[in-house]
């Protein structure tokens, strides 16, 4: 690797991790030591799924991207740094030659294919383009003709190039702070058919057929890694089924839970989703059934605005954090806080606002807002925090003048307003959450006190409805394990612990 990609891959991840709250990566103990391979992923949203996997991988990684990006100011001449290649899309190139954009087009899977097979990793976001759906896109082939051009060029003797599936999993994709899980799957296992070279001399007809094949077993894996769904309904009513079956585990047990964890979460829903497609098939009318009564049982908790462990216990009015700050607050709070908390409001809401408005009026769906707003706001706050220091430092120049018993320190009058800002910031970020925690907390409360015979017939249909999905998923051999206080975890966690269940 480059000085260059080294020092763009530590800015970038820089900045996604304060762009999100909680980056959590998992399966990097699946990458081979050895060898190149392509990462194929589902592309929900936007550019955001290429920096997360480009900051994350421990190894290089090379994209092939729309050329429309290319022609970015400042963005193309990075990704040509970075070993992009252009990727020419025929819904972006309309009005060019087939012929001249195919040969285009095989000339950068040359590249990237070329870069695979002398030991690196690719890239490629099958779909052909980002999406809001639950489900994938139906998947282009060139994913699977890259893959075998990679193979026969290849040194030989060398490792064969593996196809490892990413899962790319957002809690709330276009929110700032939110939390996303990054998971690394076991490399493809391919069929003798699949996984052998096409002959030299094979009949286009039956390379079109096997790479259709490798595609759709692309496709399959991708399906279930990422857990696509046909609705955001039925998606949506999976995670209500994963909340209330990690509530009423837990009460059972007589433990009280921590918010899970974006991974804990994920393995979760892949459990719920796998019990949910394998029962579909073998008890469709229990199915139907069972969906029904989570339906009327969901719609009755957003009606009161609550989440299936809040039937038990509401959420606690403050954090440990905002404690020690109150705790303090006499000597702190009163008089450090809250002009910080002014500046940090003052100069950083302007870029904030118009953010959320560039973001809202220039994406043309909703997987852009994300991408919208992390690459303007990497440029917009800190121009804004140097104008508020430049103006600053104008001010105390200028009252100087009038005063001149004032010191003549217009810099560090304009240095102290800068890190004001970005700390002020920091804080103003803190405590919009915590407030936002503790106004849910006292509105639960309130719910709590006067629906009491509303949250008590509701504990018993979600004791009614875990049993209902015990008894309907049996025995099913479902991925990771529950431990006996109710958290869901991995295989891996469960081999090296004894009691938990299956």
């Known amino acids: ?91 972006d190139q309309q009005r060019a030659d087939p012929e001249a954009r195919r040969k285009a087009n095989n000339k950068s899977l040359n590249a990237l294919a070329s870069a ?74 391919l069929s003798e058919y699949l996984g052998s070279l096409p002959e030299p001399d094979e009949p286009p007809q039956l390379l079109k057929e096997r790479y259709r094949a490798l595609t759709t077993e692309i496709e399959r894996v991708l399906r279930e890694v990422v857990h696509a769904t046909e609705s955001w309904d039925l998606h949506y009513l999976m995670h209500r089924v994963r909340k209330l079956s990690r509530a009423e585990r837990g009460v059972r047990a007589g433990a009280e839970l921590d918010k899970p964890m974006m991974a804990e979460r994920t393995l979760g829903f892949a459990r719920v989703w796998a019990g949910y497609y394998t029962r579909l098939e073998s008890h469709p009318e229990q199915v139907a059934v069972l969906r029904s009564r989570l339906s009327e049982y969901d719609q009755d908790l957003r009606a009161l605005g609550l989440e299936d462990h809040e039937l038990d216990k509401p959420p606690r009015l403050a954090s440990p954090w905002l404690a020690a700050i109150l705790a303090l607050q006499v000597v702190l709070v009163f008089f450090l806080l809250p002009p910080i908390l002014l500046v940090g409001y003052i100069v950083n809401l302007p870029p904030a606002l118009g953010l959320l408005v560039l973001s809202k009026k220039f994406s043309r769906r909703r997987k852009d807002e994300s991408s919208i707003k992390l690459m303007f706001g990497v440029i917009a706050f800190p121009v804004t925090w140097l104008a508020a220091g430049i103006g600053a430092g104008l001010t105390h120049w200028w009252l100087h003048e009038l005063f001149p018993r004032i010191p003549n320190t217009p810099a560090l009058a304009g240095l102290v307003v800068v890190l004001l ?58 991925p990771g394990a529950v431990r006996p206080d109710g958290k869901v975890v991995s295989d891996e966690q469960n081999q090296r612990a004894k009691g938990w269940l299956k």
């Open 1 to 91: 690797m480059s000085r260059f990609y080294h020092f763009t891959v530590s800015t970038l991840r820089f900045i996604v991790r304060r762009y999100f709250r909680e980056v959590e990566v998992i399966g990097l103990e699946h990458l081979p030591e050895d060898g190149g391979g392509m990462l194929v992923s589902w592309h929900p949203n936007g550019m955001i799924d290429p920096g997360l996997i480009l900051t994350h991988f421990p190894r290089q990684v090379i994209f092939g991207a729309r050329d429309g990006l290319f022609r970015w100011p400042g963005l193309g001449w990075m990704m040509k740094k970075m070993g992009a290649v252009p990727i020419y899309r025929a819904m």
């Open 421 to 478: 800002a970005i700390f002020g910031g920091m804080v103003a970020l803190r405590y919009i959450r915590l407030a936002r925690e503790t106004g849910r907390a006292v509105r639960i409360r309130l719910t709590r006190a006067r629906r009491r015979l509303a949250l008590a017939r509701l504990r018993v249909e979600r004791s009614e409805l875990y049993d209902a999905i015990m008894m309907l998923v049996g025995d099913l051999d479902l």
């Open 116 to 189: 695979v097979a002398q030991g690196r990793y690719s890239c490629l976001f099958p779909e052909g383009d980002s999406h809001d759906s639950p489900n994938l896109l139906d998947l282009k082939t060139g994913a699977a003709r890259f893959y075998y051009q990679a193979r026969t060029l290849k040194a030989e003797g060398s490792e064969d190039p593996v196809i490892i599936p990413v899962g790319l999993h957002y809690d709330a994709k276009r929110t700032f702070r939110s939390s996303v899980l990054i998971a690394f799957h076991p490399p493809i296992s």
